[in-house]
């Protein structure tokens, strides 16, 4: 059974929450803040989520998206890696759906397009919901939200792993450390706890642990 994002590890520590998502740190955290939303039950990806839950995620989306702009002082870029089938390359190693909610500002989608030499084909979209569209479709896919919050969608043949993490890192000059499993940025992570939380580091337990709560177990 996956347990990924379940165990009591500071890597899952709840930073804000509703009824049935949660929002807790990224491992491989190359900024401060970034902070993925999950759900509290297992799904491959938000795709596969019931439509009636998307009105709580959209709200939960939005609130997350505010408090990081306030915290930061930073414009936001949020985005989820929709596998179709367990395994698929596009889910970067993780087959549990999250969302990445990033401060930085880069022209997300312009990079993208790029390293796809522009053949991709998107749909703006004004909700999550359009993701149930591309599972529908029987397609993996990739969601945008840009730093004007505008959001974009468009399926994925040919995914490439880790593809944005490794064009964030290249916009910071960290090129070989865009990869989650080797690079987990836990100063990053305390960091993103303590402006969440109000507290210090010294009142945060941070337990020096490996990825396993990101695996299959």
């Known amino acids: ?21 949660k929002v807790i740190p990224s491992l491989g955290s190359m900024v401060e803040g970034w902070v993925l939303i999950v759900p509290k039950k297992h799904y491959l990806s938000f795709g596969y989520l019931e439509a009636y839950y998307f009105e709580e995620l959209n709200e939960l989306h939005c609130e997350l ?4 702009k306030k915290i930061y002082n930073k414009n936001i870029i949020s985005f989820e890696n929709g596998s179709f089938t367990s395994g698929s390359s596009i889910g970067c190693g993780v087959d549990y759906a999250h969302i990445h909610y990033v401060p930085i500002d880069i022209d997300i ?25 591309t599972i529908e479709n029987l397609s993996s896919y990739l969601f945008i939200e840009d730093v004007n919050s505008q959001k974009f969608l468009c399926e994925i043949d040919k ?50 642990k490996s990825i396993s709560s990101y695996v299959e177990i």
């Open 1 to 21: 059974m996956t347990k990924q994002f379940e165990l009591p590890t500071v890597y899952n520590k709840t930073l804000l929450e509703s009824e049935n998502f």
């Open 65 to 68: 998206s505010s408090k990081l």
């Open 109 to 133: 989608k312009q990079k993208v397009n790029d390293a796809y030499n522009n053949t991709l084909s998107w749909q703006k979209i004004s909700s999550l919901l359009s993701v149930k569209n």
């Open 159 to 208: 995914p490439y792993s880790q593809l944005i993490r490794q064009i964030i890192a290249n916009h910071l000059g960290i090129p070989e450390q865009y990869d989650w499993k080797a690079f987990h940025f836990e100063e990053n992570i305390k960091k993103t706890i303590e402006k969440f939380n109000n507290k210090t580091l010294n009142e945060i337990e941070f337990k020096n």
